[in-house]
Structure formats: structure tokens, C-alpha cells
């Protein structure tokens, strides 16, 4: 396995408050990788220091194989970064803008004479992005200037994108053109770090996610190894089905009938068994709704939320098996 | 009547956002008069040392240009000499600040649209901005008569210099206003409102500088440039000499023009929208424009053109002030007395000490510049655009020294300028009482302590982000009062002796002792070299 970005027990403390908790991060070659967690998480805090913009307090971080905060310079030759919330100098134009990062990057030289194919790179993403770069910094609007970060970043080849929430601002078409393009740079072999708490963008794009919390990562890997773990959703109409039969199944969960619906939730991986009876009641109405992320990311974040434990269930079993999975992964 | 309640909601609501704001412009204003005329009668107190002082002012073009048109030796006359430009400069950028806050700012922001849906409309608050400036003039004009004659002036021509404020302010108001209708942002109306205030001011000075004395020579009558300027109108009022009203009537009817220019444009536009759009930017970024250092110095151009601005102009008024006080008649008065005591007790001609003195102004001037380079550093890192630029591969020394270098060449740009300025003027004077190379020594002489002002400021920005700006302006202020004016109030010289100011050597043409600026020159090396090694080490972000 080739592994772009791995943290061990990475700590970083802000006087008493532990923003990174001894967060271990792996993210290998030609993935895109969702990073999810709520504001405040760790998020930014741990993609500053994969920049070598933060210093760890412990632990140790390699990015692309070099120590982010003592070879920073060589690291960033070969990575470009979108942040959250992007900054322009306010008397400089657009354009000016991502010719002056993509220039320091080395994707181009001083001479960006049309026709090269760094021009043609950028003049095409302007044109996707629906951008004009002939505006003064100042003149952008949020969305704007994170259509900078992005062109910049995409117009020339980078082995490593970090991208942090890179699409805040940008309404539905411009996330659709961000989702191909960002699909369009793994082909060419690079690797993405998305960090995001847009659960719909990170399920079409990403293959992994790693989910972060107060710090530490408290669940990874495939979505569809999440998914395993979590409860699909069934419900059908009521119409006096006699529902003994399915409450005696182990794989289903917390039997209710209510509004002239049954509803239960049944293990993912065993959704097999209860088809059968379901068919043999003869059940009108049915849906099944797969587990989505949201409910995944409710899971970990929703212990203040009394409809989140509701929909869970047991919340301290199952966070404890998967805890046991992912230390497998990791050691792995 | 809808719209007069309308007119005086937003006037009510214009005073309460400017309340404090505008207090200061008016008292402000208000206080120079009167500190300025108090001044003047405890410095120039004799009729004779100001006929003295004019006669030196009208044979130097580089003092009229900064002060006025010189109407006689009268404490009255003279004092409004001194000072009505500047109160006149002030009144001007007080009104198209003011224009352009309460119009072209607020459809920026988009408020004004919030009001413009109210059945106050879209006139209604440029009416109320026009009330709320004239009433803001009115005041300037009574501080200015009221400081005046605190000062014991004659309430008559007080009462002339601060209508002639007033009319100034109210002139510029309707220029503002206008500017405000052209140009599509705050930004533009506002530097191009405040450019023609400076305008008037500059073309009032080459009218002052270009005009002909009177046989008394105290007495001259401007040249045709200040009949162009708004602040030359004013100053045709001839304050507590002739007090004459009818000048008046030019700026009031400037004032009428542009805003019935800019009411017919307001009537007939979008609201927002404006006679010349934002002007685009480049598509593409120039060839040069591939490294922090070049980004640097884009930033920072501005900056560095304008402090450079006022080191040449120091540097030919300091050429040209020591020629012009020697052609003065030195024959008896105590001024001319101590003057020639300093001159014979330092070895130095008079050109030598004025271009000594008026050098270390222009060296805080380069030490300013240098200082805005390091806070350049800081403003980046607190807006969050360093972050893009330190994420490519630019190392944090490699940011920092760029900085460190742009403002080493701006502290040396800003003193060669002066140098040039003050060689220029004194080639093509007569005066020969200074060696020439002098003036390069004496130029080189003020670097030292200004590039103090760039490597203590360096070292505060990487061991304390935070207080960078605060303390890189107060260590400057502080360096202005004890090494420069300490001297003037009679402090201890210990204490005087913590300015890096107080140990620039001053060249004489004889013996100079440099030590001064050999040390100030290590210490500002050693400390921005431990502000780039401890660099290394610290992190970067806008906390």
C-alpha cells in the first residue's frame, strides 16, 4: 500500500484546550479521502498541520513522506490546498491571483504566454467555474473567492489536494463541476483529502472517510464497511399485518407500529433474513431506506440528541465494535 | 410632509452614526485654530520677527507652498498665513468623506436599498446627506471663529476665515457627492474626492509659491494657479486685512454646480449603479509577478510612493531653506542672533543645519516606511492571505526576509530621494556654503535609525503577532518625541538618549562622529537575524 498522509497520535494543545486528541489518519495513494466532523472538530486544526502551517505538539505527521512542519517547502511543491474560507489581497485581480500561486506552486513559468497548457488549463476552469478573473479581490463574492482557491489549485498538477470544506458558498452547479473535476484530477493519479461536513458530496465522491471527533478519529474507512454497521430502515402499512413473526428475528430492531405504519430498523448485513418474511406477510407499502451517512455521522455526534440515540439505539455496543474494527484497520 | 418626517429620520439617523466622528473633525479643526494662533503669538509675538519670517517665507517657493499667500505681518494676517490651507485641507476631506459615506458607501453595502424601498425613496437621503454636510460645515465654520477668537484674534476677520472654511468644506461636500454619483465604489469616490481636495491644495501652493511680492515685502498677491483652487478662493477672503466676502460666492457656487449635476445623475440612475463602472483588473497576472517578494512590493507600492513623495519634497525644502534664510537681511534681531550663535558654536554653515534638521524629519519618514513594510507582514497573516501564500512552497523565512528586504530598499529609496531633492535645490541655487557630498553623508546618516524601525518591529511581529501594529507605531512614536522633540521641552538627556533618533550622527563638514550609526547598524542587523531564526520556529495563522 502506498500511504500519502499518515498521523500517529497526533496532540495539538491551545493552552489547556486539546484541539487534536491523538488523531491517527491514513489516507493512501489515489483515494479521496472524506474527512468529516463538525466546526470545531479538529478538522482545520489537523490540515494546517499536514500543511506545516501548525506545529504538533506530539505525535508525528507525514505527508507525501516528509515532515510537514521541517520540509515544508518541498511538501508543498508537490500539494495544493483550498481553504474554507479563502482570502484574496483586495487590489489584486482574479486572475492575477491564481497566476501568482500557480507560478509559486512551479506549474508554470513567469511567461504564462497563451497557448501553453497551463493558459489553456486555467482559461478552461474559468470557464467551467463561470469565473471572471478580471475583477479586483475585493469584488468577489464568498463564492468567488473560493472559485480562486480552486482554479489555482486545479490548474496545475498536484500529487496531493487538501481541500477544506472547499465548496462553501458555491451553489448546486458550481458543487457539480467541483465533484468532476476533483473526480477528473484522481484520474490523472492524484489524491484528495476533503475535508467536509456536506455529507451528500463526500458519499458521491469519496471511497473512504475518516470521522472525526473532539479531536480523534472516532470511525473510518470504506462507506460501504460503514454502512455494514449501521441499520437500514424498514417500514411498510400497517393494515393489521400480524408483525409476531418479524419481532422474533435477531436482525431486527425496535419493532414500533404507529400512524398506521410499521417501522423497524434491521442490521444492514442481514437484511437477507427478513426479506423472506416480510414477502410471507405480504406487506403493502414497503420502503427500505439504506443507511446514509448522515445517519452514520448522527451516530457519533448525536449523543446530545435525544432523536439521534432514538433512531441508533444501543449506541454503546455498536461504537464499541467498531472501535475494535477500526484498531484492526489501523494496525493493518 | 411624508418626506420631510422621511428627511428627518435620516438626518436624525446621519448625526448618531457620525456623532463621534464628526466631533472630532469639528473640534479637531475648532483646536488647531486656536492652538495654532495661541502658538504663534508666543513664538512670533513682535511685528518684526514675523515681517522677519515672511520675508524669509516669500523668498523660499518650498514654504508658501506649504503654508499661504502672505498678506502682511498682523497677528491676524499672519496667523491665517499659517494656517488656512491646512484648515481649509481639513474641511474639504471632512465633506467628501462625509458625501461619500452616506451615499456611494451605503448603496455599496446595500443599506441604502433598504431605505430606497421605504417611501423615503431614493432622493430623500441624498437630501438628507446634503442637510447633514452643510449643517457639519456650519459647525467647522463657527469652531474656527470661536478658536479664533479664543485666541484673542479680531472676532470681524474670524468671523471671514471661518465662513471662508465653511464655503471650502460646503464646495467639497458638492464634489463628493458628485464623485459619489461617477464612480460605482466607496472606495473610488473616495479617492478621487479626496486627490481633487489634495489638488486644490497643491494648486493653491504653486499660485502662493509662483506669486509676486509687493514692494514691503510682507505683502504678495497669488499667482494664477490658486484662482483654480477652491482653498485659493477662500484664502482671497484676505482675513483680518481686507475681509472680503464676495471670494465666497466661487466656492458656493462650485458647490451649487455639483450637486445639481449630481441630483440630475441621481434622478436619472439605477439605484447602485454608477457613471463609470469599477475598472477591470488584469486577466492574467504580469510576467514579474512570481514570488513574495514581487507581491511585497505590489502591495506595498502605494505606501512606498507616498512616503517617498514626502522625502523628496523634505528634501528640497531642505536645500532651498538655508539660502533662503541667509538672503534675509541678518543686520539686528534676536532671531537672526541666536541663529548665527548656533552656526558659529557648531562650525556648520546655516544650509548644513537646516538640511541636518529638516533630514531627520524625513529620516522618521523612512523609518514610517520601513515600519509599514513589517506591519504589511502581520496585516497578511491577520487577514488570512498569508495562508494562501505560505501553503505554496514558500518557506516562512523566505516570507518574512522578503518583507525585510522590500523595506530596507524602501528606507533607502525614501532617503535618497530626500539627498536628491536637497542636491538638486541647492545645484541650482547660488549657495556654496555646503559641500554637496555633505548632503549624501548627512542622507546616509538617518539610516541606521530607521532600519532600527524595521528589525525591532520584525522581531515583535514573530515573538508577538498580536501587538505588531499597536506597539510598531508606539516604539515609533516614542522613538519622534524623546530623540526628536525631547530636546525642545527640556528632557533629561538619559531618557532622550532611548530614541535611536537621539544617536544619528550629525555631519557638520568637519569632524563627524558616526559611532552612533555603526552600533544602531548592528543592532538593527543582529535583531531582524534573530527575528529570522526564531522565524523558523513559529507558527502562522490569525490568531
Known amino acids: ?332 | 410632509m411624508a418626506e420631510v418626517a422621511a428627511l428627518r429620520i435620516l438626518w436624525g439617523q446621519r448625526l448618531r452614526r457620525d456623532r463621534w466622528q464628526l466631533a472630532i473633525w469639528v473640534l479637531g479643526i475648532g483646536a488647531l485654530a486656536l492652538f495654532s494662533a495661541t502658538a504663534i503669538q508666543q513664538t512670533y509675538g513682535e511685528d518684526s520677527s514675523r515681517a522677519e519670517i515672511l520675508q524669509v517665507a516669500i523668498a523660499t517657493p518650498a514654504i508658501l507652498m506649504l503654508r499661504g499667500l502672505a498678506r502682511g505681518a498682523s497677528i491676524g494676517a499672519f496667523t491665517f498665513f499659517q494656517i488656512f490651507s491646512f484648515l481649509a485641507l481639513l474641511a474639504g476631506m471632512m465633506s467628501t468623506f462625509l458625501a461619500v459615506r452616506h451615499s456611494r458607501a451605503e448603496e455599496e453595502s446595500g443599506s441604502a436599498e433598504l431605505i430606497a424601498s421605504t417611501p423615503a425613496g431614493r432622493l430623500t437621503p441624498a437630501a438628507a446627506t446634503l442637510l447633514h454636510g452643510t449643517a457639519a460645515n456650519v459647525l467647522v465654520a463657527l469652531a474656527v471663529f470661536a478658536g479664533f477668537t479664543a485666541a484673542g484674534l479680531d472676532p470681524g476677520g474670524a468671523l471671514v476665515a471661518g465662513a471662508a472654511t465653511g464655503a471650502v468644506g460646503l464646495a467639497f461636500l458638492g464634489v463628493g457627492l458628485l464623485m459619489a454619483q461617477l464612480m460605482g465604489t466607496s472606495r473610488g469616490a473616495n479617492g478621487s474626492s479626496a486627490a481633487l481636495v489634495v489638488l486644490a491644495y497643491v494648486l493653491r501652493g504653486i499660485g502662493d509659491a509662483t506669486g509676486t511680492p509687493d514692494a514691503g515685502g510682507t505683502v504678495m498677491t497669488a499667482g494664477p494657479a490658486s484662482w483654480f483652487s477652491p482653498i485659493g478662493w477662500g484664502q482671497q477672503t484676505f482675513a483680518f486685512t481686507g475681509d472680503r466676502w464676495w471670494p465666497l460666492l466661487l466656492p458656493l457656487a462650485l458647490a451649487a454646480v455639483s450637486l445639481g449635476a449630481a441630483w440630475v445623475l441621481l434622478e436619472r440612475r439605477d439605484s447602485g449603479a454608477s457613471v463609470w463602472g469599477a475598472l477591470p483588473g488584469r486577466v492574467a497576472a504580469r510576467p514579474g509577478l512570481n514570488s513574495p517578494f514581487a507581491l511585497a512590493l505590489r502591495l506595498q507600492t502605494g505606501s512606498i510612493i507616498g512616503w517617498s513623495l514626502g522625502g523628496l519634497a523634505g528634501g528640497l525644502l531642505a536645500g532651498s531653506l538655508g539660502s533662503a534664510i541667509a538672503a534675509v537681511d541678518l543686520a539686528d534681531s534676536s532671531a537672526t542672533a541666536v541663529l548665527r550663535a548656533i552656526i558659529q558654536s557648531q562650525g556648520a554653515s546655516l544650509t548644513q543645519i537646516m538640511i541636518s534638521v529638516l533630514f531627520s524629519i524625513v529620516g522618521v519618514l523612512a523609518a514610517a516606511c520601513g515600519l509599514q513594510a513589517v506591519l504589511r507582514l502581520r496585516q497578511e497573516e491577520a487577514a488570512g492571505t498569508a495562508e494562501l501564500l505560505l501553503a505554496a512552497p514558500v518557506s516562512r523565512i523566505r516570507w518574512l526576509t522578503g518583507y525585510l528586504a522590500l523595506g530596507t530598499a524602501s528606507v533607502v529609496l525614501v532617503m535618497f530621494l530626500a539627498g536628491l531633492g536637497a542636491w538638486a535645490s541647492l545645484a541650482s541655487s547660488s549657495d556654496t556654503s555646503m559641500d554637496v557630498w555633505a548632503v549624501w553623508e548627512t542622507a546616509a546618516a538617518q539610516l541606521p535609525a530607521a532600519l532600527i524601525y524595521l528589525a525591532v518591529p520584525a522581531l515583535v511581529f514573530v515573538l508577538w503577532p498580536r501587538a505588531t501594529i499597536g506597539l510598531g507605531w508606539a516604539l515609533l512614536a516614542a522613538g519622534v518625541v524623546l530623540g526628536i522633540f525631547g530636546g525642545m521641552v527640556g528632557l533629561n538627556q538619559d531618557i532622550r538618549n532611548m530614541s535611536p533618533f537621539s544617536h544619528t550622527p550629525v555631519p557638520n563638514g568637519t569632524t563627524t562622529d558616526w559611532s552612533g550609526a555603526w552600533w544602531m547598524l548592528a543592532i538593527a542587523v543582529l535583531t531582524g537575524a534573530v527575528a529570522v531564526v526564531v522565524m523558523r520556529q513559529r507558527e502562522t495563522g490569525t490568531a
Not at chain 1, 25 to 48: M, Y
Not at chain 1, 80 to 100: C, H, K, Q
Not at chain 1, 142 to 152: C, D, E, M, T
Not at chain 1, 263 to 278: K, M, Q, T, W, Y
Open chain 1, 1 to 332: 500500500m502506498d500511504t500519502i498522509i499518515q498521523t500517529v497520535e497526533l496532540h495539538k494543545h491551545f493552552g489547556r484546550v486539546r484541539a487534536l486528541d491523538g488523531l491517527n489518519l491514513e489516507v493512501q495513494r489515489g483515494e479521496i479521502h472524506g474527512f468529516l466532523g463538525p466546526n470545531g472538530a479538529g478538522k482545520s486544526t489537523t490540515l494546517r498541520i499536514l500543511l506545516g502551517l501548525a506545529k504538533a505538539t506530539s505525535g508525528t505527521a507525514s505527508v507525501l513522506g516528509l515532515d510537514p512542519w521541517t520540509q515544508s517547502v518541498q511538501l508543498h511543491r508537490g500539494l495544493a490546498y483550498v481553504p474554507g474560507d479563502v482570502r484574496l489581497w483586495p487590489n489584486l485581480s482574479g486572475g492575477e491571483t491564481i497566476d501568482l500561486l500557480s507560478r509559486l506552486r512551479g506549474g508554470t513559468s513567469g511567461r504564462a504566454a497563451e497557448g501553453t497548457p497551463y493558459a489553456q488549463r486555467k482559461a478552461r476552469l474559468c470557464e467551467a467555474f463561470d469565473f471572471d478573473p478580471g475583477k479586483k479581490g475585493r469584488a468577489y463574492s464568498k463564492g468567488n473567492r473560493q472559485k480562486v482557491a480552486l482554479i489555482a489549485a486545479l490548474a496545475t498538477d498536484a500529487e496531493l489536494y487538501l481541500f477544506d470544506e472547499p465548496t462553501s458558498g458555491l451553489d448546486p452547479l458550481m458543487e457539480a463541476v467541483f465533484r468532476r473535476e476533483t473526480l477528473a484530477a484522481v484520474e490523472r493519479g492524484a489524491t484528495v483529502l476533503l475535508s467536509s461536513h456536506i455529507l451528500s458530496e463526500v458519499e458521491v465522491l469519496c471511497q473512504r472517510v475518516s470521522i472525526i471527533r473532539a479531536g480523534r478519529i472516532v470511525d473510518g474507512g470504506t462507506l460501504d464497511s460503514l454502512r455494514h454497521l449501521t441499520r437500514t430502515e424498514v417500514s411498510f402499512a400497517a393494515d393489521g399485518v400480524d408483525t409476531r413473526a418479524l419481532g422474533e428475528l435477531s436482525a431486527v430492531h425496535g419493532l414500533t407500529a404507529d400512524g398506521g405504519r410499521v417501522r423497524f430498523g434491521a442490521d444492514s448485513g442481514r437484511i437477507a433474513e427478513v426479506l423472506p418474511v416480510l414477502g410471507s406477510l405480504g406487506v403493502q407499502g414497503l420502503i427500505i431506506t439504506p443507511p446514509s451517512l448522515e445517519e452514520l455521522f448522527l451516530r457519533h455526534y448525536g449523543d446530545t440528541s435525544v432523536a439521534a440515540e432514538a433512531a441508533v439505539g444501543e449506541p454503546g455496543a455498536a461504537t464499541a465494535r467498531r472501535r475494535h474494527l477500526l484498531g484492526a484497520r489501523g494496525r493493518g
